[in-house]
Nanobody
Framework: QVQLVESGGGLAQPGGSLRLSCAASGFRFSNYDMGWARQAPGKGLEWVSGSSRNGRDTYYADSVKGRFTISRDDSKKQVYLQMNSLMPEDTALYYC???????????RGPGTQVTVSS
């Protein structure tokens, strides 16, 4: 069955960095767009970043452009989110998803918590 497992979250100081990883299994990873979404307490799901199946096309929310970078390694069936210059408003539960926006088919991992605080 489809499994997505995130890791790499934690506590970071403002201006710091974290790298999220997502290990995928149960499907042909290279055939799918992959995305990262987040949900802060009391807020809805926000798409943060996405990568097309070939990695050539990427999406970033305006709030993270220039600070976050998505990448994927199809040989390892992993997708990553490098987060730099973290801000307190980046605090959220971050989910790895199969697809993003209209290509999301409702599969996502359990999430990894990112907390940015001094």
């Amino acid at each position: 069955q489809v499994q997505l497992v995130e890791s790499g979250g934690g506590l970071a100081q403002p201006g710091g960095s974290l790298r999220l990883s997502c290990a995928a299994s149960g499907f042909r990873f290279s055939n799918y767009d992959m995305g990262w979404a987040r949900q802060a307490p009391g807020k809805g799901l926000e798409w943060v970043s996405g990568s097309s199946r070939n990695g050539r096309d990427t999406y970033y929310a305006d709030s993270v452009k220039g600070r976050f970078t998505i990448s994927r390694d199809d040989s390892k069936k992993q997708v990553y989110l490098q987060m730099n210059s973290l801000m307190p408003e980046d605090t959220a539960l971050y989910y790895c998803a199969r697809g993003f926006f209209s290509s999301w088919d409702d599969y996502r991992g359990p999430g990894t918590q990112v907390t940015v605080s001094s």
